[in-house]
């Protein structure tokens, strides 16, 4: 069963750091693309940042670029989300999303992407 399962949210305060890691399992992704979102109380899931399949592309929503820096570790079928400087908007469920396609190099659309994690709690108080 192919499962990606996303963890190292919890409480920090505004300023703080977390580091959220996307473990893969069931198959390898060192070939595809890997993204992560994120979804507020009663807003839409919105684009954080996605890498390539060799991390020779990453891209990130404006929002959070210079604060977030996405990785990834291949031997470790594992995804990163460094996250600095963290503020009050950045509380949300944070999902981590692979896409299926061979050498996918990432995208900003949730439809590219065909494999979703359950979800980590973030929450930045201020």
């Known amino acids: 069963q192919v499962q990606l399962v996303e963890s190292g949210g919890g409480l920090v305060q505004a300023g703080g750091s977390l580091r959220l890691s996307c473990a893969a399992s069931?198959?390898?992704?060192?070939?595809?693309?890997m993204g992560w979102f994120r979804q507020a109380p009663g807003k839409e899931r919105e684009f954080v940042a996605a890498i390539g399949w060799n991390s020779d592309l990453t891209y990130y929503t404006d929002s959070v670029k210079g604060r977030f820096t996405i990785s990834r570790d291949n031997t470790k079928n594992t995804v990163y989300l460094q996250m600095n400087s963290l503020k009050p908007e950045d509380t949300a469920v944070y999902y981590c999303?692979?896409?299926?396609?061979?050498?996918?190099?990432?995208?900003?659309?949730?439809?590219?992407?065909?494999?979703w994690g359950q979800g980590t709690q973030v929450t930045v108080s201020s």
């Open positions: 999303a692979a896409d299926s396609r061979w050498l996918s190099k990432g995208a900003s659309t949730s439809s590219e992407y065909d494999i």
């Open positions: 069931g198959r390898t992704f060192s070939r595809n693309a």
